[in-house]
Protein backbone atom coordinates (compact mmCIF):
# COMPACT_ATOMS: atom_id res chain seq x y z
CA UNK A 1 0.00 0.00 0.00
CA UNK A 2 1.59 3.34 -0.90
CA UNK A 3 1.48 6.31 1.92
CA UNK A 4 3.33 9.59 2.45
CA UNK A 5 4.69 11.29 -0.28
CA UNK A 6 3.81 9.01 -3.24
CA UNK A 7 0.45 8.81 -2.29
CA UNK A 8 -0.10 12.46 -2.23
CA UNK A 9 1.91 12.57 -5.89
CA UNK A 10 -0.59 10.13 -7.25
CA UNK A 11 -3.64 12.12 -5.85
CA UNK A 12 -2.21 15.05 -7.63
CA UNK A 13 -2.23 13.69 -11.04
CA UNK A 14 -6.07 12.29 -10.30
CA UNK A 15 -6.85 15.78 -9.02
CA UNK A 16 -5.30 17.15 -12.50
CA UNK A 17 -7.31 14.87 -14.49
CA UNK A 18 -10.60 15.50 -12.42
CA UNK A 19 -10.07 19.30 -12.23
CA UNK A 20 -9.20 19.08 -16.44
CA UNK A 21 -12.76 17.62 -17.16
CA UNK A 22 -11.86 13.64 -17.29
CA UNK A 23 -14.10 12.78 -13.98
CA UNK A 24 -14.83 8.76 -15.04
CA UNK A 25 -12.59 7.04 -12.49
CA UNK A 26 -12.00 4.16 -14.75
CA UNK A 27 -11.09 6.88 -17.69
CA UNK A 28 -8.73 8.74 -15.40
CA UNK A 29 -7.03 5.33 -14.54
CA UNK A 30 -6.56 4.41 -18.13
CA UNK A 31 -5.30 7.87 -19.46
CA UNK A 32 -3.12 7.54 -16.41
CA UNK A 33 -2.23 3.86 -17.35
CA UNK A 34 -1.07 5.23 -20.46
CA UNK A 35 0.92 7.61 -19.52
CA UNK A 36 2.93 5.44 -16.95
CA UNK A 37 3.47 3.17 -19.78
CA UNK A 38 4.83 4.66 -21.83
CA UNK A 39 7.04 6.48 -19.19
CA UNK A 40 8.23 2.86 -18.86
CA UNK A 41 8.68 1.97 -21.99
CA UNK A 42 11.25 4.84 -22.80
CA UNK A 43 13.04 3.01 -19.81
CA UNK A 44 13.01 -0.56 -20.96
CA UNK A 45 14.37 1.01 -24.45
CA UNK A 46 17.19 3.01 -21.90
CA UNK A 47 18.09 -0.12 -20.65
CA UNK A 48 18.57 -2.07 -23.82
CA UNK A 49 20.74 1.03 -24.89
CA UNK A 50 23.42 0.54 -22.11
CA UNK A 51 23.93 -3.18 -22.67
CA UNK A 52 24.23 -2.31 -26.22
CA UNK A 53 27.26 -0.40 -25.43
CA UNK A 54 28.73 -3.88 -24.24
CA UNK A 55 27.10 -6.42 -26.99
CA UNK A 56 27.25 -3.69 -29.64
CA UNK A 57 23.57 -3.72 -30.78
CA UNK A 58 20.26 -3.29 -29.41
CA UNK A 59 18.62 -6.46 -28.72
CA UNK A 60 14.31 -6.30 -29.30
CA UNK A 61 14.56 -2.42 -29.30
CA UNK A 62 11.11 -0.72 -28.53
CA UNK A 63 11.98 2.36 -30.21
CA UNK A 64 13.05 2.05 -34.16
CA UNK A 65 15.22 4.86 -35.93
CA UNK A 66 12.95 7.89 -36.54
CA UNK A 67 11.03 7.16 -33.58
CA UNK A 68 12.80 8.92 -30.63
CA UNK A 69 10.34 11.66 -30.84
CA UNK A 70 7.76 9.22 -29.43
CA UNK A 71 9.67 8.31 -26.26
CA UNK A 72 8.90 9.74 -22.72
CA UNK A 73 12.10 11.95 -22.21
CA UNK A 74 11.29 13.82 -25.54
CA UNK A 75 7.53 14.01 -25.19
CA UNK A 76 8.65 15.63 -21.26
CA UNK A 77 10.51 18.63 -22.79
CA UNK A 78 8.73 19.10 -26.18
CA UNK A 79 6.51 21.88 -26.18
CA UNK A 80 3.00 21.45 -24.82
CA UNK A 81 1.03 21.79 -28.13
CA UNK A 82 3.31 19.91 -29.98
CA UNK A 83 3.73 17.18 -27.33
CA UNK A 84 -0.08 17.24 -27.44
CA UNK A 85 -0.45 16.42 -31.08
CA UNK A 86 2.01 13.57 -30.95
CA UNK A 87 0.78 11.61 -28.34
CA UNK A 88 -2.51 11.60 -30.58
CA UNK A 89 -1.23 11.45 -33.43
CA UNK A 90 1.64 9.11 -33.34
CA UNK A 91 2.46 7.82 -30.07
CA UNK A 92 -0.95 6.29 -29.24
CA UNK A 93 -1.04 4.34 -33.39
CA UNK A 94 2.33 3.41 -32.06
CA UNK A 95 0.71 2.08 -28.85
CA UNK A 96 -1.67 -0.11 -30.72
CA UNK A 97 0.68 -1.50 -33.10
CA UNK A 98 2.91 -2.45 -30.42
CA UNK A 99 4.30 -6.52 -29.81
CA UNK A 100 3.04 -6.95 -33.65
CA UNK A 101 0.05 -8.00 -35.60
CA UNK A 102 -2.46 -10.08 -34.15
CA UNK A 103 -0.28 -10.09 -30.75
CA UNK A 104 -2.85 -9.99 -27.51
CA UNK A 105 -1.55 -6.57 -26.58
CA UNK A 106 -2.38 -4.76 -30.22
CA UNK A 107 -5.42 -6.46 -30.30
CA UNK A 108 -6.47 -4.86 -26.85
CA UNK A 109 -4.77 -1.00 -27.63
CA UNK A 110 -6.73 -1.29 -31.04
CA UNK A 111 -9.73 0.34 -29.58
CA UNK A 112 -7.73 2.96 -27.20
CA UNK A 113 -8.53 6.08 -27.12
CA UNK A 114 -6.39 9.20 -26.16
CA UNK A 115 -9.03 11.33 -24.15
CA UNK A 116 -6.87 13.97 -22.55
CA UNK A 117 -8.76 17.46 -24.26
CA UNK A 118 -5.67 20.25 -23.80
CA UNK A 119 -2.30 20.67 -24.49
CA UNK A 120 -2.45 22.16 -20.69
CA UNK A 121 -3.43 19.38 -18.88
CA UNK A 122 -1.15 16.55 -20.83
CA UNK A 123 1.94 18.82 -19.76
CA UNK A 124 1.03 19.14 -16.03
CA UNK A 125 0.28 15.42 -15.52
CA UNK A 126 3.73 14.28 -17.40
CA UNK A 127 5.44 16.81 -15.05
CA UNK A 128 3.71 15.70 -12.21
CA UNK A 129 4.43 11.92 -13.43
CA UNK A 130 7.94 12.20 -13.95
CA UNK A 131 8.25 12.91 -10.17
CA UNK A 132 6.49 9.17 -9.35
CA UNK A 133 9.57 6.13 -8.60
CA UNK A 134 8.66 3.63 -10.79
CA UNK A 135 12.14 1.82 -10.33
CA UNK A 136 10.34 -1.48 -7.86
CA UNK A 137 8.20 -3.25 -9.64
CA UNK A 138 6.58 -3.43 -5.87
CA UNK A 139 5.45 0.16 -5.86
CA UNK A 140 4.29 -0.34 -9.42
CA UNK A 141 1.55 -2.82 -7.94
CA UNK A 142 0.85 -0.64 -5.32
CA UNK A 143 0.76 2.41 -7.18
CA UNK A 144 -2.15 0.30 -9.40
CA UNK A 145 -3.36 -1.19 -6.73
CA UNK A 146 -4.49 2.60 -5.11
CA UNK A 147 -5.39 3.66 -8.42
CA UNK A 148 -8.01 1.01 -9.05
CA UNK A 149 -9.34 1.65 -4.59
CA UNK A 150 -10.15 5.14 -6.08
CA UNK A 151 -13.46 3.17 -8.24
CA UNK A 152 -15.98 4.08 -5.24
CA UNK A 153 -18.63 1.23 -5.82
CA UNK A 154 -18.00 -2.36 -7.38
CA UNK A 155 -17.71 -2.75 -11.03
CA UNK A 156 -20.71 -4.36 -13.30
CA UNK A 157 -21.32 -8.13 -13.14
CA UNK A 158 -19.97 -8.60 -8.93
CA UNK A 159 -16.89 -7.26 -9.97
CA UNK A 160 -14.54 -6.80 -6.57
CA UNK A 161 -11.01 -5.35 -7.02
CA UNK A 162 -9.22 -7.77 -4.86
CA UNK A 163 -6.53 -6.25 -2.51
CA UNK A 164 -3.07 -6.67 -2.97
CA UNK A 165 -2.22 -8.23 0.49
CA UNK A 166 -5.32 -11.18 -0.09
CA UNK A 167 -3.81 -11.94 -4.12
CA UNK A 168 -0.22 -12.49 -2.09
CA UNK A 169 -1.71 -15.06 0.82
CA UNK A 170 -3.09 -16.55 -2.17
CA UNK A 171 -0.04 -16.64 -4.81
CA UNK A 172 2.44 -17.37 -1.47
CA UNK A 173 0.27 -20.55 -0.34
CA UNK A 174 -0.51 -22.24 -3.92
CA UNK A 175 3.70 -21.48 -4.46
CA UNK A 176 3.43 -20.84 -8.02
CA UNK A 177 6.83 -22.63 -9.93
CA UNK A 178 8.77 -22.36 -13.54
CA UNK A 179 7.33 -25.18 -14.70
CA UNK A 180 2.95 -23.88 -13.55
CA UNK A 181 1.16 -22.84 -16.59
CA UNK A 182 -0.94 -20.30 -14.30
CA UNK A 183 -4.55 -18.92 -15.20
CA UNK A 184 -6.99 -16.67 -14.28
CA UNK A 185 -10.64 -17.17 -16.25
CA UNK A 186 -11.90 -13.62 -14.66
CA UNK A 187 -8.54 -11.29 -14.87
CA UNK A 188 -9.22 -7.38 -14.50
CA UNK A 189 -6.55 -6.25 -14.15
CA UNK A 190 -4.22 -9.09 -14.03
CA UNK A 191 -3.37 -8.67 -10.32
CA UNK A 192 -3.36 -12.14 -9.95
CA UNK A 193 -0.80 -12.95 -12.52
CA UNK A 194 1.82 -9.99 -11.97
CA UNK A 195 1.85 -11.41 -7.84
CA UNK A 196 2.57 -15.05 -9.28
CA UNK A 197 4.89 -13.47 -11.64
CA UNK A 198 6.64 -11.75 -8.70
CA UNK A 199 6.49 -14.73 -6.82
CA UNK A 200 8.47 -17.28 -9.34
CA UNK A 201 10.54 -14.28 -10.00
CA UNK A 202 11.37 -13.88 -6.10
CA UNK A 203 11.61 -18.03 -5.20
CA UNK A 204 12.90 -19.57 -8.64
CA UNK A 205 15.84 -17.57 -9.82
CA UNK A 206 16.36 -20.16 -12.37
CA UNK A 207 13.48 -19.02 -14.56
CA UNK A 208 15.07 -16.15 -15.97
CA UNK A 209 18.50 -17.74 -16.33
CA UNK A 210 17.46 -20.84 -18.01
CA UNK A 211 17.12 -20.41 -21.57
CA UNK A 212 13.99 -22.99 -21.64
CA UNK A 213 12.19 -21.58 -18.51
CA UNK A 214 13.41 -17.67 -19.16
CA UNK A 215 10.99 -18.74 -22.13
CA UNK A 216 8.27 -20.30 -20.48
CA UNK A 217 7.73 -17.36 -18.10
CA UNK A 218 7.52 -15.08 -20.94
CA UNK A 219 5.58 -16.08 -23.32
CA UNK A 220 3.59 -19.25 -22.09
CA UNK A 221 2.91 -19.10 -18.29
CA UNK A 222 0.46 -16.60 -17.66
CA UNK A 223 -3.05 -16.76 -19.29
CA UNK A 224 -5.69 -13.87 -18.32
CA UNK A 225 -9.34 -13.76 -19.65
CA UNK A 226 -11.73 -11.25 -19.47
CA UNK A 227 -14.68 -9.63 -21.29
CA UNK A 228 -14.27 -5.73 -20.33
CA UNK A 229 -12.11 -4.32 -22.90
CA UNK A 230 -11.00 -1.55 -20.47
CA UNK A 231 -9.94 -4.02 -18.57
CA UNK A 232 -7.61 -6.12 -20.80
CA UNK A 233 -5.57 -2.99 -21.66
CA UNK A 234 -4.74 -1.92 -18.37
CA UNK A 235 -4.17 -5.77 -16.98
CA UNK A 236 -1.92 -5.98 -19.92
CA UNK A 237 -0.32 -2.47 -19.64
CA UNK A 238 0.34 -3.70 -15.87
CA UNK A 239 2.11 -7.14 -17.44
CA UNK A 240 3.82 -5.48 -19.43
CA UNK A 241 5.05 -2.95 -17.17
CA UNK A 242 6.06 -5.82 -14.68
CA UNK A 243 8.55 -6.94 -17.22
CA UNK A 244 5.98 -9.54 -18.69
CA UNK A 245 7.00 -9.31 -22.75
CA UNK A 246 3.98 -11.43 -24.06
CA UNK A 247 1.67 -12.31 -21.85
CA UNK A 248 -1.74 -14.06 -23.18
CA UNK A 249 -4.35 -11.86 -21.95
CA UNK A 250 -6.89 -12.37 -24.31
CA UNK A 251 -10.94 -10.88 -24.77
CA UNK A 252 -13.41 -14.10 -23.61
CA UNK A 253 -16.17 -14.97 -21.82
CA UNK A 254 -15.20 -17.85 -19.93
CA UNK A 255 -18.85 -19.03 -18.74
CA UNK A 256 -20.16 -18.69 -22.70
CA UNK A 257 -20.19 -21.50 -25.29
CA UNK A 258 -17.72 -20.24 -27.19
CA UNK A 259 -15.09 -20.45 -24.70
CA UNK A 260 -14.29 -24.39 -25.07
CA UNK A 261 -11.22 -25.65 -25.81
CA UNK A 262 -8.75 -25.22 -22.81
CA UNK A 263 -9.53 -28.38 -21.19
CA UNK A 264 -7.04 -29.76 -18.63
CA UNK A 265 -4.31 -27.32 -20.05
CA UNK A 266 -3.59 -25.47 -16.70
CA UNK A 267 -1.77 -26.35 -13.58
CA UNK A 268 -2.82 -23.55 -11.36
CA UNK A 269 -5.51 -21.13 -11.15
CA UNK A 270 -5.58 -18.13 -8.87
CA UNK A 271 -9.41 -16.32 -9.21
CA UNK A 272 -11.95 -14.23 -8.04
CA UNK A 273 -14.77 -14.86 -9.98
CA UNK A 274 -17.44 -12.33 -10.28
CA UNK A 275 -20.77 -12.90 -8.32
CA UNK A 276 -23.07 -11.33 -10.60
CA UNK A 277 -26.01 -13.75 -9.10
CA UNK A 278 -27.31 -15.45 -12.49
CA UNK A 279 -27.11 -16.26 -15.69
CA UNK A 280 -29.39 -17.61 -18.48
CA UNK A 281 -28.52 -20.87 -20.07
CA UNK A 282 -28.75 -19.89 -23.32
CA UNK A 283 -25.20 -17.98 -22.78
CA UNK A 284 -23.97 -20.81 -20.47
CA UNK A 285 -21.66 -23.16 -21.69
CA UNK A 286 -23.18 -26.54 -22.43
CA UNK A 287 -20.35 -28.49 -20.90
CA UNK A 288 -20.43 -26.31 -17.71
CA UNK A 289 -24.22 -27.37 -17.35
CA UNK A 290 -23.40 -30.69 -17.40
CA UNK A 291 -21.11 -30.85 -14.39
CA UNK A 292 -23.76 -28.15 -12.42
CA UNK A 293 -26.72 -27.28 -13.30
CA UNK A 294 -27.14 -23.75 -12.34
CA UNK A 295 -27.52 -20.50 -13.36
CA UNK A 296 -25.50 -18.97 -10.59
CA UNK A 297 -22.11 -17.44 -11.70
CA UNK A 298 -19.97 -18.43 -8.88
CA UNK A 299 -20.76 -21.85 -9.07
CA UNK A 300 -20.37 -22.17 -13.00
CA UNK A 301 -17.23 -21.15 -12.44
CA UNK A 302 -16.15 -23.43 -9.97
CA UNK A 303 -16.98 -25.79 -12.54
CA UNK A 304 -14.86 -24.22 -15.49
CA UNK A 305 -12.30 -24.46 -13.00
CA UNK A 306 -12.03 -27.86 -12.74
CA UNK A 307 -12.69 -28.22 -16.31
CA UNK A 308 -9.30 -26.23 -17.16
CA UNK A 309 -7.14 -27.84 -14.53
CA UNK A 310 -4.49 -31.06 -15.29
CA UNK A 311 -4.79 -33.38 -12.97
CA UNK A 312 -2.67 -32.75 -10.35
CA UNK A 313 -3.57 -29.38 -10.77
CA UNK A 314 -4.50 -26.53 -7.70
CA UNK A 315 -7.01 -23.97 -7.63
CA UNK A 316 -7.11 -21.21 -4.77
CA UNK A 317 -9.98 -19.26 -5.42
CA UNK A 318 -12.27 -16.43 -3.70
CA UNK A 319 -16.26 -17.75 -3.58
CA UNK A 320 -19.35 -16.10 -1.55
CA UNK A 321 -20.38 -17.59 1.66
CA UNK A 322 -23.21 -19.44 0.11
CA UNK A 323 -21.37 -21.71 -2.05
CA UNK A 324 -19.95 -22.88 1.69
CA UNK A 325 -23.76 -23.87 3.08
CA UNK A 326 -26.33 -23.09 0.09
CA UNK A 327 -28.70 -25.64 0.51
CA UNK A 328 -29.46 -25.84 -3.62
CA UNK A 329 -29.15 -29.28 -5.38
CA UNK A 330 -26.63 -27.18 -7.82
CA UNK A 331 -24.65 -26.13 -4.56
CA UNK A 332 -24.67 -29.80 -2.84
CA UNK A 333 -23.54 -31.37 -5.47
CA UNK A 334 -20.61 -28.79 -6.20
CA UNK A 335 -19.40 -29.48 -2.57
CA UNK A 336 -19.71 -33.37 -2.75
CA UNK A 337 -17.61 -33.25 -6.42
CA UNK A 338 -14.58 -31.43 -4.57
CA UNK A 339 -14.88 -33.65 -1.12
CA UNK A 340 -15.52 -37.25 -2.97
CA UNK A 341 -14.50 -36.39 -6.86
CA UNK A 342 -11.32 -34.30 -6.42
CA UNK A 343 -9.01 -32.69 -3.13
CA UNK A 344 -10.34 -30.10 -1.17
CA UNK A 345 -7.66 -28.87 0.92
CA UNK A 346 -8.41 -25.72 2.84
CA UNK A 347 -11.41 -23.38 3.57
CA UNK A 348 -9.68 -19.82 4.65
CA UNK A 349 -12.82 -17.87 6.08
CA UNK A 350 -12.03 -14.23 4.91
CA UNK A 351 -13.83 -10.98 7.25
CA UNK A 352 -16.67 -9.60 5.39
CA UNK A 353 -14.70 -6.15 5.44
CA UNK A 354 -11.94 -7.35 3.55
CA UNK A 355 -13.56 -6.08 -0.20
CA UNK A 356 -14.80 -2.54 1.21
CA UNK A 357 -15.49 -0.04 0.40
CA UNK A 358 -16.73 -2.02 -2.78
CA UNK A 359 -18.87 -4.28 -1.05
CA UNK A 360 -19.41 -5.67 2.44
CA UNK A 361 -20.13 -9.51 0.84
CA UNK A 362 -18.72 -12.65 2.99
CA UNK A 363 -16.35 -14.62 1.54
CA UNK A 364 -13.43 -17.57 1.90
CA UNK A 365 -11.00 -19.19 -0.11
CA UNK A 366 -11.07 -22.48 -1.24
CA UNK A 367 -7.16 -24.48 -2.33
CA UNK A 368 -8.24 -27.61 -4.16
CA UNK A 369 -6.63 -30.10 -5.99
CA UNK A 370 -7.83 -31.94 -9.32
CA UNK A 371 -7.72 -35.52 -9.30
CA UNK A 372 -10.93 -37.17 -10.89
CA UNK A 373 -10.34 -39.64 -7.87
CA UNK A 374 -10.73 -38.30 -4.95
CA UNK A 375 -8.39 -37.75 -2.02
CA UNK A 376 -9.60 -35.66 0.38
CA UNK A 377 -8.40 -36.34 3.75
CA UNK A 378 -8.64 -33.65 6.43
CA UNK A 379 -9.41 -30.47 5.53
CA UNK A 380 -7.76 -27.16 7.13
CA UNK A 381 -10.06 -24.70 8.11
CA UNK A 382 -9.11 -20.94 8.96
CA UNK A 383 -10.89 -18.43 10.57
CA UNK A 384 -9.02 -15.27 9.18
CA UNK A 385 -10.75 -12.20 11.62
CA UNK A 386 -7.95 -9.27 11.10
CA UNK A 387 -6.34 -8.89 7.66
CA UNK A 388 -4.06 -5.76 8.69
CA UNK A 389 -6.52 -3.18 7.71
CA UNK A 390 -9.80 -1.70 9.44
CA UNK A 391 -13.12 -3.62 8.32
CA UNK A 392 -14.43 -0.24 7.68
CA UNK A 393 -14.77 1.76 4.28
CA UNK A 394 -11.45 3.74 4.97
CA UNK A 395 -9.21 0.12 5.21
CA UNK A 396 -6.69 1.72 7.23
CA UNK A 397 -4.01 -0.25 8.33
CA UNK A 398 -3.96 -1.64 11.96
CA UNK A 399 -1.87 -3.87 14.01
CA UNK A 400 -4.14 -7.22 14.08
CA UNK A 401 -3.57 -9.48 10.74
CA UNK A 402 -3.71 -13.13 10.53
CA UNK A 403 -2.74 -13.24 8.03
CA UNK A 404 1.21 -14.15 8.52
CA UNK A 405 -0.07 -16.85 10.72
CA UNK A 406 -2.07 -18.43 7.86
CA UNK A 407 0.59 -18.64 5.94
CA UNK A 408 3.42 -19.93 8.87
CA UNK A 409 0.42 -22.79 9.87
CA UNK A 410 -0.45 -24.01 6.17
CA UNK A 411 3.53 -23.87 5.35
CA UNK A 412 3.72 -26.88 8.28
CA UNK A 413 1.77 -28.81 6.17
CA UNK A 414 3.41 -31.79 3.72
CA UNK A 415 2.81 -31.84 0.31
CA UNK A 416 2.62 -35.23 -1.22
CA UNK A 417 5.25 -34.61 -3.72
CA UNK A 418 7.47 -33.69 -0.47
CA UNK A 419 5.90 -37.23 1.04
CA UNK A 420 6.72 -39.47 -2.21
CA UNK A 421 9.58 -36.89 -4.08
CA UNK A 422 6.99 -37.06 -6.92
CA UNK A 423 4.96 -35.04 -9.32
CA UNK A 424 1.63 -34.01 -8.54
CA UNK A 425 0.23 -35.61 -11.48
CA UNK A 426 0.79 -38.91 -9.56
CA UNK A 427 -1.58 -37.75 -6.34
CA UNK A 428 -4.83 -39.44 -7.42
CA UNK A 429 -3.16 -42.73 -6.42
CA UNK A 430 -1.47 -41.36 -3.44
CA UNK A 431 -3.82 -40.57 -0.81
CA UNK A 432 -3.61 -43.30 1.67
CA UNK A 433 0.66 -42.74 2.05
CA UNK A 434 -0.82 -38.68 1.85
CA UNK A 435 -3.01 -39.78 4.74
CA UNK A 436 -0.12 -41.52 6.71
CA UNK A 437 2.30 -38.65 6.08
CA UNK A 438 -0.31 -35.93 7.64
CA UNK A 439 -0.56 -37.81 11.16
CA UNK A 440 2.45 -36.04 12.64
CA UNK A 441 0.73 -32.29 11.20
CA UNK A 442 0.65 -29.72 13.79
CA UNK A 443 -2.78 -29.05 12.55
CA UNK A 444 -4.34 -31.96 13.38
CA UNK A 445 -4.43 -31.59 16.99
CA UNK A 446 -5.81 -28.01 17.15
CA UNK A 447 -8.69 -27.65 19.27
CA UNK A 448 -11.72 -27.00 17.62
CA UNK A 449 -12.34 -24.00 19.83
CA UNK A 450 -8.66 -22.80 17.88
CA UNK A 451 -8.43 -19.90 15.06
CA UNK A 452 -7.65 -22.91 12.81
CA UNK A 453 -8.10 -26.65 13.07
CA UNK A 454 -8.83 -29.28 10.54
CA UNK A 455 -12.17 -31.76 10.07
CA UNK A 456 -11.76 -35.23 8.65
CA UNK A 457 -13.70 -36.02 5.24
CA UNK A 458 -16.07 -38.51 7.35
CA UNK A 459 -17.71 -36.02 9.12
CA UNK A 460 -18.06 -32.91 6.62
CA UNK A 461 -20.01 -36.01 4.33
CA UNK A 462 -21.92 -36.48 7.30
CA UNK A 463 -22.50 -32.53 7.68
CA UNK A 464 -23.99 -33.04 3.78
CA UNK A 465 -20.95 -31.37 2.87
CA UNK A 466 -21.23 -28.16 3.86
CA UNK A 467 -17.74 -26.15 4.40
CA UNK A 468 -19.26 -23.06 6.53
CA UNK A 469 -16.15 -22.84 9.32
CA UNK A 470 -19.35 -22.25 11.73
CA UNK A 471 -20.57 -25.84 11.46
CA UNK A 472 -17.40 -27.28 12.93
CA UNK A 473 -16.21 -24.99 15.15
CA UNK A 474 -16.75 -25.07 18.76
CA UNK A 475 -17.39 -21.72 20.74
CA UNK A 476 -15.39 -21.51 24.46
CA UNK A 477 -18.50 -20.09 27.23
CA UNK A 478 -16.64 -19.06 30.10
CA UNK A 479 -18.53 -19.88 33.22
CA UNK A 480 -20.56 -17.41 34.99
CA UNK A 481 -22.10 -18.48 38.56
CA UNK A 482 -25.59 -16.41 39.27
CA UNK A 483 -26.91 -15.46 42.83
CA UNK A 484 -30.05 -17.56 43.24
CA UNK A 485 -33.72 -15.26 42.10
CA UNK A 486 -35.02 -15.23 45.07
CA UNK A 487 -31.90 -13.35 46.49
CA UNK A 488 -31.95 -11.27 43.60
CA UNK A 489 -35.55 -10.30 44.57
CA UNK A 490 -34.52 -9.68 47.72
CA UNK A 491 -32.42 -7.29 47.00
CA UNK A 492 -35.00 -5.72 44.51
CA UNK A 493 -37.19 -5.30 47.27
CA UNK A 494 -34.64 -3.63 49.24
CA UNK A 495 -33.87 -1.23 46.95
CA UNK A 496 -37.80 -0.18 45.84
CA UNK A 497 -38.18 0.12 49.58
CA UNK A 498 -35.19 2.71 49.69
CA UNK A 499 -36.41 4.63 46.43
CA UNK A 500 -39.92 4.49 48.16
CA UNK A 501 -38.42 6.23 51.37
CA UNK A 502 -36.27 8.64 49.59
CA UNK A 503 -39.44 9.76 47.85
CA UNK A 504 -41.55 10.55 50.84
CA UNK A 505 -38.85 12.87 52.32
CA UNK A 506 -38.00 14.49 49.15
CA UNK A 507 -42.14 15.33 48.94
CA UNK A 508 -41.95 15.88 52.63
CA UNK A 509 -39.55 18.93 51.69
CA UNK A 510 -41.13 20.34 49.09
CA UNK A 511 -44.56 20.36 50.83
Known amino acids: MITGELKSKVDSVWNAFWSGGISNPLEVIEQFTYLLFIRRLDELQTLKEKRARVTGTIEDPIFLPGQSHLRWQHLKNADAAQAHQTMAQEVFPFLQKLGGEGSTYSDHMKDARYTIPTAALLTKVVDLIADIPMDNRDTNGDLYEYLLSKIASAGTNGQFRTPRHIIDLMVAMTAPGP ?170 KLPSGVFKPYAGVSTAILFFTKTNSGGTDDVWFYDVRADGFSLDDKRNPVEANDLPDVLERWGTRPSLAEVRGTSLEAAPTLAEERSTSLEAWPELSRARTDQSFTVPKGEIVAQDYDLSLNRYKEIEYDEVEHRPPLEIITDIEALELEIAQAREELKAMLS
Do not use: W
Not at 255 to 260: H, M, P, Q, V
Not at 294 to 307: G, P, Q, S, V
Not at 310 to 317: H, N, Y
Not at 322 to 340: D, I, P, Q, T, Y
Open 179 to 348: EDEICDPACGTAGFLVAASDYVRDNHPSALTNTKQRDHFHRSMFHGFDFDSTMLRIGSMNMLMHGIEAPDIRYRDSLSEEAGGDSEKYTLILANPPFAGSLDYESTSKDLQQVVKTKKTELLFLALFLKLLKPGGRAAVIVPDGVLFGSSKAHKALRKMLVEEQKLDAVV
